[in-house]
């Protein structure tokens, strides 16, 4: 399933951008757009985890240097029956975590310095396991590829813009006046389409995560007070991230409490996990209603 999802983004993605670059270029444009694509799926499928990582600043570990994590790890990779993954820390105090890559096979987990010092080992057995779960469940590289992607899609309909404005390029002569608003519009709908892309992977492969992590652990109850504590840090210390590539980590590193802004969050509400985890909304009682 998650490989048709896959195959789907990119397909749509190329579809897209075609069409936008026969609107702006004509047929040039049309086959510039086609080599853009293509090149832009080849770097998304093989290199997405790469330019996650390398955006955080993302360190590799060794076993020696995060004793801890790895064996928590270890433990819970043979019990899934998949590889052990790299495993990198993101030098920031804000608690959070993410894993990336294009199969089990190829496979990270990146968690930040913040995390490692915010919980206790069965809350962060939680977490790792958590991202184990997005590994197993072969998602990581439908979340890797949409981070990429939808940065892409934004540079590009900026690019679009400032094209048609400076060369006048917006559907030939037919709709030569029509053309700065055809752009005008793509600026504003273009983040608009990443976003969408962003929702379409990620609120219910959280769940999912959530669920796997709890199977595999059979502590539900960690989980649901590690998403807890590292929803109530984060707000204190929030995780400075690109909008494009929020939707990677287990909790949102951009603040969004207001209610227009769940609406559109990349993931689903901390309370609404909990409840699915332990029957209950909160742990603590330190959830905002």
């Known amino acids: 399933m998650n490989a048709l999802k896959t195959t789907l ?19 040039d444009g049309a086959w510039i757009a086609f080599a853009m694509a ?16 390398a955006m955080y600043r993302a360190q590799p570990v060794t076993r020696e240097q995060l004793p801890r994590a790895y064996a928590v790890v270890e433990r819970l990779t043979q019990k899934a029956g998949i590889p052990m993954p790299k495993m990198y820390v993101i030098p920031s105090e804000s608690p959070n975590a993410f894993a990336t890559g294009r199969n089990p096979q190829h496979a990270s987990v990146a968690v930040t310095q913040g995390i490692l010092e915010l919980l206790n080992d069965e809350e962060l057995e939680g977490v790792l396991a958590h991202e184990l779960g997005h590994v197993r469940n072969r998602d990581i590289l439908t979340s890797s590829i949409a981070a990429t992607l939808a940065g892409a899609i934004t540079i590009l309909a900026r690019m679009g813009f400032w094209a048609s404005i400076f060369t006048g390029y917006g559907g ?25 892309i962003q929702l379409w992977v990620s ?3 959280e769940f999912e995560a959530d669920a796997s992590g709890a199977h595999l652990t059979g502590n539900p109850y960690a989980l649901a007070s ?4 590292i929803s109530t ?16 980590f287990i909790v949102a590193p951009l603040l969004s409490g207001e209610m227009l802004a769940n609406l559109f969050s990349t993931h689903p509400p901390i309370r609404q996990r909990i409840q699915r985890l332990i029957g209950r909304p909160s742990v603590y009682g330190t959830l905002p209603q």
């Open 38 to 53: 293509a090149a832009m799926n080849f770097f998304s499928y093989f290199y997405s985890d790469k330019i996650a990582l």
């Open 9 to 27: 983004l990119l397909g749509v993605l190329t579809v897209l951008l075609i069409l936008a670059g026969e609107y702006f270029g004509g047929t």
């Open 203 to 205: 609120r219910t492969r």
């Open 226 to 229: 590690a998403l807890e504590k």
């Open 233 to 248: 840090v984060s707000q204190r210390v929030p995780l400075p991230a690109s909008p494009d590539s929020a939707h990677l």
């Open 172 to 196: 030939g002569e037919r709709d030569r006046e029509g053309g700065g608003l055809g752009a005008l519009a793509m600026l504003i709908l273009a983040p608009f389409a990443a976003m969408l």
